[in-house]
């Protein structure tokens, strides 16, 4: 989607190991949202950072998902000693002011094998 | 059951056809709405947005909410083979930072 760059846009990992997931907001922006989409699925909100306020963690599934971001930069979504359950589209998204809606990275599209 | 429930297809129609594509959702404290639209293996992106009850119509398509009944809706017309796409309907309150999406529907529009 235009104004959010995420990579990779695929990776294929094997089962127990890390992986790095990398969102750009590109202009920047406050609002700063992670998605995970399974096959069938809705999107499952993930974390969201908004400025220099403590992100709202409340949507990671476990203590293996972890996420961090700088300012209004560059996000990482990390996900430790992958799982086959992992296997999803991470889609990173940012707000296009207020509450009028997101405007999505393309997605990271992980397959733990 | 589930926040915001949506039929997830597939939805197969003969081009020019009329689409109704619907959602209905649990918690009446919603007051956006959304509608995206996925195409495949790109991420979601904003086609409409609703707030509070009524209709809004862009081109060929209308969104439609009606909060008593807790249900919305998009119609399409003259679908074209260009709009098959996952549709995902969004929503979310006053308060809260994120939006709930359905699981989105599938459409097929065959030339």
């Known amino acids: 989607g235009a104004g959010v760059s995420q990579s990779p846009s695929n990776k294929v990992t094997e089962k127990g190991k890390d992986v790095e997931l990398r969102c750009d907001p590109i202009?920047?922006?406050?609002?700063l949202y992670w998605y995970r989409q399974r096959l069938g699925q809705g999107l499952e909100f993930l974390i969201y950072?908004?400025?220099?306020?403590?992100?709202?963690k409340s949507g990671l599934p476990s203590d293996r998902f972890s996420a961090e971001r700088t300012g209004e930069s560059v996000s990482t979504l990390t996900i430790q000693r992958t799982q086959q359950e992992d296997s999803a589209v991470y889609l990173c998204a940012k707000l296009q002011g207020g509450n009028y809606g997101y405007t999505f990275g393309s997605g990271t599209r992980l397959t733990v094998v | 059951q589930k926040e915001v429930e949506q039929d997830p297809g597939p939805l197969s129609v003969p081009e020019g056809a009329i689409v109704s594509l619907n959602c209905t959702y649990s918690?009446?404290?919603?007051?956006?709405f959304m509608w995206y639209r996925q195409y495949s293996r790109k991420g979601p992106e904003l086609l409409m947005y609703t707030y509070s009850s009524g209709n809004k119509e862009d081109g060929r398509f209308t969104a439609q909410v009606d909060k008593s009944s807790k249900y919305i809706s998009l119609f399409i017309r003259d679908s074209q083979p260009s709009d098959s796409a996952t549709y995902l309907c969004a929503m979310k309150g006053n308060y809260g930072q994120n939006f709930v999406f359905g699981p989105g529907t599938r459409l097929s529009v065959l030339p």
């Open positions: 950072f908004q400025g220099n306020s403590a992100p709202d």
């Open positions: 202009s920047g922006h406050t609002a």
């Open positions: 918690n009446s404290a919603f007051q956006y």
